[in-house]
Structure formats: structure tokens, C-alpha cells
């Protein structure tokens, strides 16, 4: 086993929280190069077509955009208090912590839904017949928008799964104030869903 | 079961969390407002920019790389270095066109 683990809870059971945390950067160091790799073409695409992306991003809704923002950010704050929580031996308060992200989280997507909806509702989808009748500018903005923001509602499912995860083994006390690892490892899939939509918030509802 | 641990337990005070969120706040409500009086060419500078300063705080206070092992943030300068040099590369491929 490996020579670096902070802690033993029994003489037989090794762990190595380091180990563990460093394997859930490198996870998310694939997750940055995915939608880094988004970000590119997205620039690209604008690069070449910035008056048609202008026109694209007035079609957003700033207002919903922004409540989202605040929606992540402060589950961002909650997700990470809730491992204070735990560390302070206060299971009560880091369950009603995590439940509150969950809450959160699945206000973002109630928003994510009547958003969509609404665009749907426009005909700017990929493959509309209006959208088409916009150019391909227009139409690179809106597959782009679909894609980007569907796949980071997509994180923030599986963030949430994560979250529920983990809650319930800090219900049954598997996890605790002197074994939190996995608490600190959703919470860092969490912010990540929080860091990307930092990016991608400006880049698709900003630009006026 | 034994509780020596190799460093201390950082256990990050509320305080702190309450701080950043607000910062984050503040930001957010100023790359909105920015929004808001139109500064052509710069206004992409100046949301990325302060996406960016959003971004550090949520990854040093929030991700704990400011107290964990340094490692750590060694790691996620080198990933958004070498991003950084995709994109500058990428651009002076386009824009030398």
C-alpha cells in the first residue's frame, strides 16, 4: 500500500486520501480538456462570424442566465461548507447543506428546461427551419449553445447524483469527521460544474 | 485507530466561504452591469477577465487548492498553461490567414 496515506482507521484498512483526491483532479483535468476543447471552437466560430454570434446571443435570456449564475454559485458555497460542517463533527448541518445544493441544483435545471423550451418555442433549435433562415453564423451560435450548455446540464445531473451519493454515507456514518475524502471529491465535481458555467455564462449571455 | 495525520486538518472557517461567495456575487453582478454600457471590442476582455478572477477564487478557496498540498495547484497551472498555448496557437494560426 502506498507509503504517503494520511490516515489508517484500522490496522488492516489502508487509505490514502491524497491519493484519492489526486486521482479526482485528474478526472477533472480530462473534464477541462473537454470543454476546453469546446471553448476553442467556440472562439474560432465567433472569431469568423462575430456579427451573426451578436445577433445569436441577443435571442438569450440575460434574466434566467443570471439566476443560474447566482443558482451555482451559491451551491458552490453551500457544497463547501457542508465539508466544514463535517469536519466540526456536525453531521445535521452538512446533510442540510448537501440538500440544499441538491435543491439548488435541480432549480437550475427547472430553469435550464423552461429556457430550452423557450428557444424551442422560437424555432431556434438545430434544424429549424427559422434558425436555417438565419445564416450559418446563427446556426453555429445555436449548436454551440445546445451542446455546450447541454452538456454541462448533463455535469450537473451527475453532480448531483454524486451529492446524493455521498449523503447517504454520511447518513450511515461511512463517511466522518476523520474520513471526509469523498465528501471533498464530490464537492470538487460540483465546483467544477460551477467553473465551467463561470466561462460559459458571459461567453453565450453577455455578448451585447 | 490512530489519529496522527502527517500535516494538520485545514478545516476552512464559514467566514471564509461567506467572503468568497460574496465576492462572487459582486463579480457576477459586475460582468452583468458591464454588460449593460456597451464597450464594443473590450467588453469580451473585460468578461473574460473577470470570469477569470471568478474562476481562481472558486479554485483556490473553494477547491481548497490555497490549503491543500501545493501539488495540487501545480497540477491545474500546468493543465491551464498548456490550454492558454493551445488557444495562442490556434489564433496565430487564424489570424495569420
Known amino acids: ?208 | 485507530m490512530s489519529h496522527d495525520t502527517h500535516e494538520e486538518v485545514h478545516i476552512t472557517p464559514y467566514k471564509t466561504y461567506y467572503i468568497i461567495l460574496g465576492l462572487l456575487l459582486v463579480l457576477t453582478a459586475i460582468t452583468v452591469g458591464v454588460t449593460l454600457i456597451h464597450l464594443g471590442t473590450f467588453s469580451v476582455a473585460v468578461a473574460l477577465f473577470v470570469a477569470t478572477i471568478k474562476g481562481s477564487l472558486v479554485l483556490l478557496y473553494f477547491m481548497h487548492l490555497k490549503f491543500d498540498n501545493k501539488l495540487f495547484l501545480a497540477l491545474v497551472a500546468i493543465v491551464f498553461a498548456v490550454y492558454t498555448a493551445v488557444i495562442a496557437i490556434t489564433f496565430i494560426d487564424y489570424l495569420s490567414r
Open chain 1, 1 to 208: 500500500m502506498s507509503d504517503h496515506s494520511t490516515t489508517q482507521s484500522h490496522g488492516l484498512v489502508h487509505r490514502d486520501d491524497e491519493g484519492s483526491k489526486l486521482g479526482m483532479w485528474l478526472f477533472i483535468f480530462t473534464e477541462i480538456l473537454l470543454f476546453g476543447a469546446l471553448f476553442l471552437v467556440y472562439s474560432v466560430y465567433r472569431f469568423k462570424n462575430q456579427d451573426a454570434f451578436h445577433a445569436a446571443a441577443l435571442n438569450l435570456d440575460t434574466v434566467i442566465g443570471t439566476i443560474n449564475t447566482v443558482i451555482l454559485i451559491v451551491s458552490s458555497a453551500t457544497i463547501a461548507m457542508s465539508i466544514s460542517a463535517l469536519q466540526q463533527k456536525n453531521k445535521k448541518l452538512a446533510i442540510t447543506l448537501m440538500v440544499i445544493t441538491l435543491v439548488l441544483a435541480f432549480s437550475f435545471l427547472v430553469n435550464k428546461y423552461f429556457e430550452w423550451g423557450a428557444k424551442f418555442h422560437h424555432g431556434l433549435y438545430p434544424g429549424a427551419e427559422h434558425l436555417i433562415s438565419l445564416g450559418s453564423g446563427q446556426n453555429q451560435f445555436f449548436f454551440l449553445y445546445f451542446f455546450m450548455t447541454g452538456l454541462h446540464a448533463f455535469h450537473v445531473i451527475v453532480g448531483m447524483g454524486f451529492i446524493i451519493f455521498v449523503m447517504r454515507q454520511v447518513m450511515r456514518d461511512e463517511l466522518t469527521y476523520n474520513n471526509y475524502t469523498r465528501l471533498e471529491n464530490a464537492g470538487l465535481y460540483w465546483h467544477l460544474v460551477d467553473l465551467i458555467w463561470i466561462y460559459l455564462f458571459p461567453l453565450f449571455y453577455l455578448i451585447h
